[in-house]
């Protein structure tokens, strides 16, 4: 079987543009990681920039890259016709038997729905449901995109859900559904714990600084537990003084020694994080199926995570992590204080978790279920 595999590049967004490897993000990677096991498939990513960049033909034996350069006035301005043009005539030559679209938010999959082909598309953030959580002004980003999502999810031959939150969401607009959580690349279940953990304790939090992932609201949470109890909350994210939630983020850090801001980090010095981490904490107020959650479970680390969207999917209640309100300051404190007081939970509670991540997010695993996905479609369309 021959797939055409549309996915973001994001050297060029990271200011990447000498390094040859194409950055894809980690649950696209991961589903790589895994087709690359497979026999009897061929792969050809297709990813559209601004710039040219040099990059590796080959990413494994049966996965080859093709990098193709669009002009910026064919971009979102457009409703991305310069990419989906420049896509098709890319597939035409490649002659697939199937398109998959990693993402609405961007470029891929509208290209995967105009591109000739029979199509599936994977919503990795619900667009629709951003959009209207964070008040999407008209014509901005959000907007667009909720509004691109709407536009290609009846237009496609089927939807992988990678949670039944977003099979819940498109269920009224998409042909056929499919839920198949994310893969996680196979290093992180490699990882060993430190032996000799940090002291004071670290409670990783890993995510984009803004209210979405409700920040702010988790430091206010833990000042009780601050208090009597000595730990180092860490953030790993992107955070900029642009707008109003970050400065508010940074002022809360300003007066609290315990509380860390490290900023973006690439995926070895997430590892190395996770290695040194009591616990991760995900106090989102909307989230799907977050990567944090899977690759902690992955590197059998505990975690405490908000019981909103996607998230109950991934994590039951007592038995593989445990689960918090994020609008309760309460509920939030007394999940980290259980994790790092009571260690035979936490012990636990990881152990099960990575039990259930070999089983339900192991790249191989995964990939074998998108190629089941691929023949049923290709099946029904001929």
Sequence with gaps: MKIGFLTTDAREAFQQLNAETPNFGSAPQALLQGFAQLEGIEVHVVSCTQRPMRSLEKLAHNIWFHNLVVPKIGWLRTGYQGCIRAVRKKLREIRPDIVHGQGTERDCAISAVFSGFPNVLTIHGNMRLVAKYERAKPFSFWWMAARLETFTLPRTDGVVCITNYTREAVAGLAKKTWVVPNAVDESFFGLAPQTNPAQPPVILC???????KNQNAFIRALDPL???????????????NKNAYCREFFSLLASRPWCEHVGFVDREKLKSHLRGAMLVALPSLEDNCPMTVLEAAAAGVPVVAANVGGVPDLIEDGKNGLLCDPLNAA???SGVQKLLTQMELARALAAEANR???ERFHPTTVARRHLEIYREVTGSTG
């Design 356 to 358: 259930r991540a070999k």
């Design 206 to 212: 890993v995510g984009a600084i803004c209210a979405r």
């Design 331 to 333: 509920s939030m404190g």
């Design 226 to 240: 601050a208090a009597k109890q000595k730990f180092r909350l860490v953030f790993l994210g992107v955070a900029t």
